[in-house]
């Protein structure tokens, strides 16, 4: 049995100490399936300590969040030059000021363009 639908039964869940009733335990943006696989921990939201929440981390430095890379179905160890078919994402650079490091956004779309 599986009640939250994250692949991972509720005797494992039970066993590692995630949530059986929240696919993503640590609320980070990441279900715990998924973390299991990219060797984050399901249980802490920013798993290496760094203050950014493992969901909103860019592990290959290729502009898209490893949560988008999760639900285009792309690796976020592996930069890709294109996402999943049927999935398009837009990063957006934004203008700092002098001093300050630069921020962006992305914007993810599933479906067709």
């Given amino acids: 049995m599986d009640t ?3 692949t991972i039964s509720n005797l494992d869940e039970y ?3 995630t949530s059986l009733t929240e696919a993503d335990t640590d609320g980070d943006g990441i279900n715990d399936n998924n973390e299991a696989l990219f060797a984050s921990n399901a249980k802490l939201p920013d798993s290496d300590g760094d203050g950014i929440l493992d969901g909103d981390e860019d592990y290959d430095f290729d502009g898209v ?3 988008m890379e999760v639900i285009a179905g792309t690796d976020p160890y592996q930069s890709e030059a ?3 078919t049927g999935i398009i994402c837009f990063t957006i650079l934004l203008q700092s000021p002098m001093g300050s ?3 962006s956004f992305s914007i993810i779309w599933v479906g067709t363009a």
């Fill in 4 to 6: 939250d639908g994250d």
């Fill in 15 to 17: 066993i590692a100490g």
């Fill in 65 to 67: 969040s490893n949560a």
């Fill in 82 to 84: 294109f996402l999943a």
């Fill in 101 to 103: 490091p630069p921020s």
